[in-house]
């Protein structure tokens, strides 16, 4: 089982719908967990990092849940210039290793 | 500031041949990470440093990867000898500190593709 899972879509959706990707990672030690965003053919840039119960900027919401060991990302009114490949990643404190998940694909239709 | 910076961004070559990836992190970043991506196996740390010393090699794939970084400003990941399966993007990556909450920035990538 990989430490860190996603479903890899890809989700097609209208603009403004709103639409969220879940995560989970296996390794209950992990601390600290992040989204990027990846356009084709270009390099990984943070979105917005998670550190407890989750937290929101502007149309983006990162949730975290230690329980189920999964974590979310919900956008809201997406817009066109919202596709591209979200990637999830966990940290464990102590190791300085990030590891990711192989990343959702999300097309946003006009 | 510039980023990262990665050379060359593109290398096409035959299998048996050295490779040699180059990576100029952000200044005063004091971590250097290699990452490898493909379309099998997603993202994968293969290495990193700390104010220039290896502290983690455990994802370099076998004795073919090495990776240098002789100074603060310069790393590099070298294939020898490089074979079809190496062919990949590879990214190198800063941060300012290694805590794990700390924002790696990536480089552009270099595509290499191994005939």
């Known amino acids: 089982r990989k430490e860190v899972e996603q479903d890899p879509g890809p989700f097609n959706v209208p603009e403004g719908a709103t639409v969220a990707f879940n995560c989970t990672y296996s390794?209950?030690?992990?601390?600290?967990f992040f989204w990027y965003r990846q356009d084709c053919r270009k390099e990984p840039k943070l979105l917005m990092s998670?550190?407890?119960s989750g937290n929101e900027d502007g149309r983006f919401t990162a949730q975290l849940n230690r329980a189920s060991q999964y974590i979310s990302l919900l956008i809201r009114d997406s817009k066109l210039s919202d596709s591209a490949t979200y990637l999830c990643?966990?940290?464990?404190?102590?190791?300085?290793?990030?590891?990711f998940g192989a990343g959702t694909r999300l097309f946003v239709k006009a | 500031d510039a980023g990262v910076i990665q050379s060359p961004r593109h290398e096409v070559t035959e299998m048996g041949q050295e490779v040699t990836l180059r990576c100029k992190p952000i200044?005063?970043?004091?971590?250097l990470f290699w990452y490898r991506q493909t379309m099998m196996r997603g993202l994968e740390l293969l290495i990193y440093?700390?104010?220039?010393?290896?502290?983690?090699d455990s994802g370099m794939p076998e004795d073919r990867f090495s990776a240098k970084m002789p100074n603060a400003s310069f790393s590099t990941l070298k294939i020898q000898p490089s074979e079809p399966r190496d062919s990949a993007v590879y990214f190198c990556?800063?941060?300012?500190?290694?805590?794990?909450?700390?924002?790696?920035?990536f480089g552009p990538g270099t595509r290499l593709l191994v005939l």
């Open positions: 990556a800063s941060s300012l500190a290694g805590g794990i909450q700390e924002t790696q920035y």
């Open positions: 390794n209950s030690a992990s601390q600290s």
């Open positions: 998670v550190y407890s």
């Open positions: 990643a966990g940290g464990v404190a102590g190791g300085f290793k990030t590891i």
């Open positions: 200044s005063g970043h004091d971590y």
């Open positions: 440093f700390n104010n220039n010393v290896p502290i983690d």
